[in-house]
């Protein structure tokens, strides 16, 4: 074929090409986006849109976009009336009586229920919908509808945190309806909820793009389009804000945080939040003698790991609760002391020159730092003469080694705790029967697990602050840090910031 | 397409079709040896012993391993994979939404390793002897040892950040929706008649399809040159020039076309390899293809997705090698007669 054949020429192909690239460089791709819409880089992809499936914190703030739980927090963690507009627990905290909203509608139109919340709580799991939530409330026998508007939940046992947990992970209501029109697998590809923002579409690891639902029953949202870029990797959503690409990035390195705070246009800021970072002990084999468990503990100078992983921003701890939560210790400090820490592991036979060996498991790039802090705590241990071999392991093997008892003596760990409730802290990591406790003695598990049943809510705090230092104390947990979260932001946007690390748009607007 | 190429096109497949089997059995049996339990990330963190072992006997993993293929085998032949653990949902619908967008990224990234490559082949031929050979093989030796994930954050920093021309996120700009016809964007913008939409999801493959076509283009590169080397001294090519065509008449036109099969058969190679670029480009570029799939999939040790990933792509691969045999055949009548 010649080349007059099809009038093309080098020189029209040149400039066609030169055309074409222009063209594709225009695109909005890069424009600032209007006040009403906002674009956020979210690290994780939800992995399915059935909000009662997963007990996953990292896409909570996502299925508050769309769906509504029972019952709310505002920003310093109070528990605040949502569609439960009231409750009353029974003394024996077996009966809770709720009463709904009557303005609450579906993104379909259609009015939430008393059915709706029995059906999600209770109807779901019988039907053999497998589900977190039914895992979490399997002490529920039934739940008793009395009106459109009231009704009765029924448990076997008493559940002192049953409100908290209406706050926390997997705990929000699906319509009846349309789970039962359409099944659960089509629910969970194209949900609707009765939340702020209506679910428009949804590309699986790219990108999720909500609308204002404009019958909301609470605040109507002045951000009225969000779209949610799932980007996993820390590098681009560091190179979305900077070429404003995104508008809002959480989870970006601390090193960036400080540097990306001083670009013109942004801002930038590290959060702590109810996280806790913490070495989760065993209570036999190398850590069965106390003396063992507390020079590891007083080795590690964790205000040194804040400084050189978190910016300094990261709170030491001395018990496995944050500032602020009621199960926090105002006053108690386990002090780093290397010197009394070698003290005590001589007093167990160990030095420098005849070390401990121990086991030690971590995760690396579940949490920020997580396999530097292993690496760093490591090292301390060495110059008091104990050795840990690093092992990393992902979070499914972390449970599977801790249903079997076979985690090593000491394991990194961080646990989210949006609730703030010390039971959601201490309760679940030294309760011994439970998955997320490393620690199996029945001390302070037999007190942990009375806890358990204690009602009164005053009792009940008084008793985990308690607990709380009394596992410092002996040597059952290692509390380090109190997590942050990060964020990035361009200027003139209106954040709202919950001690949780929930990230609502819902509240938030442009100035 | 002739007899003779038909019939050594079902050869191939009939030998292809052992090898997916083989493959497969590969797949499973690796994937079994794992020391990771595919029961701990079905189950609540809560669940009970007996919950976990009565989970376990549901998903089929308390038979003898070899029951445990058979039943997989006979259901992913149906393309029915499973369920996902992860995403409570059917593999092949997760693969199916997933796979449009890996097809798409790799051709569009086969198409630029080929133009680079073959364009630079000739440019290193044409070079070749003179004081340009140096500056080449430099470059091309440069271009061949940084691999895609580097070329992927280089452009990120450089298109997007830098010059902030061009997007790096996902398939499309915040503000654009498209209807879902084939999967594959460009088509169905098109189909759509959005020619804007078109433009933009172009746009959007521009970075991640070089940064995979860099490490591909090279050894077109290198190949090309070494055999336009080889037929360069050839009695026809003298006879050419004694016709006096120009250089690049010699070049294009009898040079090329002879040199070009060794070309072709490494392309086969290397584009299969442009399927296994994917798994990092697409998770650094927050491509929704089957490589983010595949690397959700590992984190989350969701077995049933990294086995129904894994067997399409070895299936991608024996596809695009079965392409490349034929397209030879097609293109060398000596092939044919050898058969």
Sequence with gaps: MSK???????????????????????????????????????????????????????????????????????PDLKVIPAVVKAWKVSEDGKTIDLEFRDDVLWHDGKKLTAEDFRYTYFERREK???SDLASVFRNLTDIKVESPTKCQMILSQAMPTVIQWMTFLANYIVPKHYVEEVGPEKFAEKPIGSGPYKLVSYERNSRIVLEAFDKY?????????????????????????????????????????????KVAGLTAEILPITRVIMLQIRSDRAFADQNVRLAAHHAIDKAALSRALYGGKAVPLSVVATPGTPGFVEGFNFPYDPKKAQELLAKAGFSPSKPLQIGMASFNGVFPGDYD???????????????????????????ELNRGNQLPEATLYSWDNATGDPEMFAGYLLHPKLPFSAWKDEKIGGEIMKLFAVVNYDERIKGYKEVNVKAASEGAVMPLLQSVMTFVYKKGLKTVNYANGWNLPQYWSWS | MSGGVLGVALRRIGVSLPLVFLVSVLVFVVLRLIPADPVAMSVPPNATRAEIEALRAEMGL???????????????????????????????????????????????????????????GLLMYRVAGGRGEAASDLASTLIMSIPEFLWAIFFILLFGVALNILPFTGRLDAGITVGRITGFLLVDTLIQGRFGAFLNALSHLLLPSMSLALGTAPLLMRVLRSSLMEVGNEDYMMMARLRGFSERRVLVHHAFKNAFLPTLNLMG??????????????????????????????????????????????????????????AALMLNPKLRIAK
């Excluded at chain 1, 030169?18 to 424009?31: E, S």
Aim: proline content about 7%; aromatic content about 8%.
């Design chain 1, 128 to 130: 053999g919908h497998k």
């Design chain 1, 217 to 261: 029953w609470g605040p109507k949202p002045t951000i009225k389009k969000i779209t949610i870029l799932i980007m996993k990797d820390p590098s681009a959503r560091v190179a979305a804000i900077q070429s404003g690409q995104a508008d809002w990035v959480p989870e970006v390195p601390i090193r960036e945080v400080e540097r990306l705070g």
């Design chain 1, 373 to 399: 802090i292993a690496r760093a705590i490591a090292q301390m241990w060495k110059r008091i003469g104990i050795e840990a071999k690093i092992d990393v392991i992902e979070q499914p093997k972390y449970f």
């Design chain 2, 269 to 326: 190679v290397q584009f299969s390899f442009l399927f296994g670029g994917t798994l990092l480009v697409e998770v650094i570029y927050s491509y929704p293809g089957l490589g983010s799939l595949m690397v959700q999939a590992v984190a989350n040790t969701d077995l049933p997705v990294i086995q129904g990933v894994a067997l399409v792509y070895a299936v991608a691969v024996l596809l695009i090698n079965l392409g490349v045999d034929l």
């Design chain 2, 62 to 120: 308390t038979l003898p391993i070899h029951e445990q293929f058979w039943i997989w085998f006979a259901k992913a032949a149906g393309a029915d994979f499973g369920k996902s653990i992860a995403f409570a949902q059917p593999v092949s619908r997760l693969i199916g939404q997933a796979l449009p967008a890996t097809i798409e990224l790799v051709v569009v990234a086969a198409v630029f390793a080929t133009i680079i490559g073959l364009a630079g």
């Design chain 1, 4 to 74: 007059r054949n099809n009038g093309i020429t080098r020189r029209s192909f040149v400039a066609t090409t030169a055309a074409g690239a222009t063209a594709l460089a225009l695109p909005g791709n890069v424009l600032a986006q209007a006040k009403d819409s906002l674009v956020m880089a979210w690290p994780i992809d939800p992995p399915t849109f059935d909000p009662i499936i997963r007990t996953n914190p990292g896409i909570q703030s996502i299925y508050k976009m769309i769906f509504d739980q029972p019952v709310t927090q505002q």
